[in-house]
C-alpha cells in the first residue's frame, strides 16, 4: 500500500519499557508485552495504577501468520492473549499481549483482578481452548456444551456449504 | 428428520447451568459475590448471605428462556430462588451464536460491515461505525475521512441512539406491563426508520458507514425529513413522561430494583447507561471523543441510585440529548465529498467506470479481492447505545481481517444481571434484564 | 379436498366428501385463516422487523395476529424469526412440537430460510432441516410488507384447505413443486393460492 496517504500522526516517544515490561506502540496505543510469567504482576501493577476496568480480553491464533513484529526478547507463540485496559480516571487506554504456546494453553485467571473478565475469558476458552487457572466457571459459553473443537482456531474450517456459482475465494486455513 | 429428532438430547448444557448453592464451597460463594467487590473473604462473609428461614432451607433451581417472552431476545437464565427472593443467577447465551468473528475472517473489509452490523442489530450503524475505525485506523487514513462523511456518521449515529433508546422505552414498557407503550415506542420508531430507509436503502443492517467515508450522500430533502422528526418526537417524550415518569405504579417498579454500586459495575467492566446510573459520568463520546462529537454541546446523563430507573430515566434524557446534537449536526453539516478520494479504498463514482478504464479496474478489485490493510492491531471503541463498543482488528497485510473481535457491551452488562438480580423478587427479573438492555445477537455474536 | 377417509388420522378431512362437509370446511378453514395466532419465536434481527409488524403502522392485528403468544400450546403459527444457531435447534424442535395441530411455519428472513449469510459451522443452514416450513420469506430482514405478504400467502394456502392434509409420521413438509420454466419464456405473475 506504499501510494495511501499515511497520515502524519506524530508518535509520541514512548519509553521502551513500561511496568518491567516491553512497551511498543501500535498505531497509536501504547501496548505492553509481558511474558506469561510476569502476565499478573504486570497487570496487577496496572490496576494499582487507575487501569480499573477490563474493557475487553480475547486471543489471536497466529498459526498462519507467525512472522509479525514483536519487541526483542519475545519469542512468538500461536497463541496471544490481548487485554485492553481503560483508566477512567486518565482517560487513558493499555494494552497488555502475552503469547501462550500452544502446548501448554494455560494462563492465569485476571478475574479476582477483574471479575468482568469471568466471561471474556470463557469466551476465550471456548473459541481457543486457553484455559485459565482458578477461573471460577471454566466451561463453554457460546457452543453447545458437547462441542468438540474450538471455532476461532485457524485449523478450524469456517464450515462452509459450498455453493455453487459463487466467487469463493481460496480459503486461508486448511480444511479440518 | 427422525435422524435428527433422535439425535437432540436433553439439551441440559448440565456443566454450563446452575449448580445449587448447597454444592458449592463456601469459598466459591464468597468468591461469586466478594471479588467483585474486591473484598477480602472474610469482610464478603460479613455480606451475609440471605437470612436461611430455617423451615424452608430448601432452594429452588427455576429455568427462565432461552424462549420466553420477557427475555430480549434468546437468554436463558437459571435463576436460584428461596421461596420468591432471588439468591443466585446465571445467564446462559449462547443460543444465538452465529460465528460471526469465523466469518469476518474470510470477508474483506468492505463486506465486513455487512457482518459486523448485525451483532448488535438494534443499533446497527454503531457496529459498522467502529469497525470502519477500526479498519481507517489500520489503513491510516482516520484524519482523512472528508467532513462531511464524518458529520453524517455522527448524524446517522444519533438517529440510531434515538432508534434504539426508543425500543427500550417500548420493551421495557411492555416488559412491566405499560402494554401501549410499546405501540407508542414503535409509532416513533417507524419514522427513524423511515428516514434511515430514504438515507441508506434499508430499514435495518444497513452497511451504510464503511471504511472511507459512507456509502452515498445524502438525498436531496434530507434536511426537511431531519426537522420533521425532531419536531416530532420531543412532545412525544413529554408523553412518556407523563405516563411513565410521574406514575406512581411505574416508580414503585423501578426505584430501588436492580440496585448496582459504582464499584460494581466498574470492577464488571458495565459501560453505558448502566455505568451512568451509578453517578459515574462516562460517556466515550465526551470523554474520548472520536469524531466530532468535541464540537458539539451536550451533557452526559448520570443517575444516583443505580437501580433501573434511574437506566430508564437516563436512556429517556438521552434521546432528548441526541436531539440536541442532530440540531447541532444540522446546523454544522458541510458540503463535499461524503468518502475518501484515495483510489485504493473507495471504489469510484459509478458513472466514472463507463469511462475510465482504471476506475473499472479499482472497481473490479475493490470489490472481488478487496483493499489490502497493512499489517498490525488496534481497538477503537465508540459508545453505542449498550455501552462501550469496540473493535479489535489484528491485520496481516492482507485484504481480510486476521482477527476480527468486537467487544460487545451487553455481552459484558450481562454480567451485572447476578449482582443486580441478588435479593430481589423473581417477578423484579424482568425488570432487570430490561433496565440492562442486552442485545443477544451482540452477546453471543 | 377430503382425500383421505380415516377421520381420526386428519380431522375434517377424513369426513366423506359432500356438499355440506364442504361448506363445513370452509367455514373451518375460514376461520382458522383469519386467526391464526402466532407463537413468539423472534431470535435476532428478524424479530425486530415482526415486533414492527404487530406495530401501529403496519398493524398484523388486521389480520387477526397480534397476540404472540408466549404458550405454544395456544399457538397456531410459528414464526421463526432469525437465525438458528447449533445450540437453539433443539429448543426450536421442542417449541414446535409443543404446539397444537394443526400448526404452520413461516420462515422468516434468510437466516431461517437458508441459513443466509451466515454460512457456517454455528447456524442451522435452513430452518427447515428442523421443522416443516410452509411458507418462506426472504430479506435481510425482510420489510414488515414482505412478512405480511408471507402471512397472506398462508393464510391463503390455510383458506384453500391444501394444508388440511397434516403431515404424516415422517414430517415432510407442504408438497413443493419445482417445475423448469424454459429461458426466453415470460415471467409468471405471483399470485396467493387458487381461486
Redesign the interface.
Known sequence: MSDTPVSEAVAPELPPSMYGVPLTDSRGQRVLHPTRAQYVATVRALLDDTFTMCADLTAVDFLTHPGRPLPDGISPERFEIVVNLLSIERRERIRVRVQVPVDDARIATLFDMYPGSEAMEREVFDMFGIEFTDHPDLTRILMPEDWEGHPLRKDYDQGRIPVQFSTDFPSKEGAK | ??D??AT??D?N????GLKPRSELTTR?LL??VG??LRMSEAEAAKLGDLPADPSEDQTMIINMG????STH??LRLMLELQGETVLRCKPI???????????G??LTFMQGG??VT?MD??SPLNNELVFSMATE????????IPERAVWMRMLLSELNRMSSHL?FMATNGMDLGAVSM??YG??E??EV?RFFQKVTGL???HNFIRPGGVAADLPVGWRDDVLHLLEMIPPRLEEYDILMTGQPIWRDRLQGVGVITQDEA??????GPVLRSTG?A?DLRR??PYLHYDQVEFDVIVGTYGDAFDRYAIRLNEIRESIRIVHQILDHMPGGDYRIQ?K??TPPPRARIDESMEALIHHFKIF?EG?????????V?IESPRG?I?C?I?S?G?A?P??M?V?APS??N??CLPHMMRGGLVADAVAVISSVDPV??EV?? | MGLVTDIRGDGFGGIPHNAITAKLEDLVTWARSRSSWPASFGLACCAIEMMATGGAHYDISRFGMEVFRASPRQADIMIVAGRVSQKMAPVLRQVYDQMMEPKWVISMGVCASSGGMFNNYAIVQGVDQIVPVDVYAPGCPPTPETLIHAIETLHQKIEDGELLKRRTATGAGAGIHVTEIPAGAQPMPVFLGSR
Open positions: 428428520m427422525t435428527i429428532v437432540i438430547r439439551g448444557e448440565a456443566e454450563q466459591e468468591r461469586e471479588s467483585v432461552p424462549q420466553h417472552p431476545g434468546v447465551i449462547g443460543y444465538l451464536h452465529t460465528g460471526m468473528e469465523k466469518q475472517e474470510n455487512t457482518n448485525r442489530y438494534l485506523r489500520l489503513l491510516g487514513i482516520e484524519n482523512d425500543l410499546m405501540i414503535w409509532r420508531r417507524e426508520l430499514r435495518m443492517n466498574v470492577a464488571l467492566g458495565a459501560t459515574l462516562w470523554d474520548q484515495n485504493k479504498v472481488t483493499f489490502k490493510v497493512p499489517e498490525g492491531e488496534v481497538y471503541a462501550e469496540g479489535y489484528a496481516d492482507s481480510t486476521y482477527r473481535h467487544r455481552f459484558v450481562i454480567q443477544l445477537g453471543d455474536r
